[in-house]
């Protein structure tokens, strides 16, 4: 079992930067591939980028060259850098584990990032 706690959210103008931070425990955080997910109101749960446990990196298109995804396994964490933010960023991010398609996924509880004037 993987316990998941995201940090990092907050309130930004447009145009700003946030960085989310997962910490996980429970297990050895290397061999997870880690990845943020983003849901905004009335939407469904969408995928924003990935970091395998061999740390190949995907992005959303939404998202590319604005946010960096990265991990640090000393500190078994993962974390979000979004810049130049757009109120469309606006949405609960939420951090997930998984050690590959044949095993569970584990989720953080969320953390709201709202971009407004």
Known sequence: QVQLVES???LVQPGGSLRLSCVASG???SIYNM???R???GKQRVLVAS???GSSINYADSVKGRFTI???NAKNTVYLQMNSLKPEDTAVYYCRAQRGLAFPSYWGQGT???VSS
């Open 8 to 10: 990092g959210g907050g």
């Open 27 to 29: 297990s050895i955080f």
């Open 35 to 37: 990845a943020w997910y």
């Open 39 to 41: 849901q905004a109101p």
């Open 51 to 53: 970091i395998s446990s």
């Open 70 to 72: 990265s991990r640090d």
């Open 112 to 114: 709201q990032v709202t």
